[in-house]
């Protein structure tokens, strides 16, 4: 019998969890959160981005983020961020409120390409809004990852031991379904 893919569905009860920041919230209307940011951007060993508005940001600050993972949508809607670079491309399929093997494994190959001082953009077909979950427990130690808060501003996450626990923690809390199933 072969290896069967498999996604994570995110369980209603970790909704709520999520809705909050899982990390420093640096509040205030664009540009704002951004330039208050800009040096502990510039200096993280590596920079993860997710989603369009905060990849797109962070490109204008004239920082180019090492992994960027977004998906041409903000709040739902189409968005074309102006994020083109250097960076390996990556496409994967990821539906809304999963996380799929696919989007894993583009993940765990990115930050191997980023050790080797590559940049990487994940283009998802669908939603990335989970990823930030599997690329902080990805992540080198001491890099920096961000996600935008809507409406309230910008979400950065340093990648510790122990955030790695607690996002490896919230990895295990999601459902495991087998496609085929």
Avoid: W
Wanted: with cysteine.
């Amino acid at each position: 019998m072969g290896k069967k893919d498999f996604y994570l569905k995110l369980p209603l009860e970790m909704r709520e969890e999520l809705k909050k920041p899982l990390g420093d919230l640096v509040r205030g209307e664009l540009p704002l959160p951004y330039v208050k940011s800009f040096e502990i951007f510039k200096s993280a060993p590596y920079l993860i981005t997710v989603g369009d508005v905060v990849t797109e940001n962070t490109v204008r600050l004239g920082i180019e983020p090492n992994l960027a993972i977004y998906d041409y949508k903000t709040e739902r809607e189409e968005y074309k961020p102006e994020v083109e670079g250097k960076a390996i491309a990556i496409t994967v399929n990821n539906p809304p409120a999963t996380i799929t093997k696919a989007l894993l494994n583009a993940i765990k190959k990115s930050v191997e390409l980023i050790r080797r001082n590559r940049h990487v953009h994940i283009k998802v077909c669908g939603e990335e809004d989970l990823a930030t979950i599997p690329a902080v427990v990805y992540a080198p130690i001491g890099s920096i990852v961000i996600y935008g808060q809507p409406k309230e501003g910008v979400v950065l996450i340093k990648v510790t031991p122990e955030t790695k626990l607690r996002f490896a923690e919230m990895l295990r809390n999601m459902e495991v379904v087998y496609d085929g199933d």
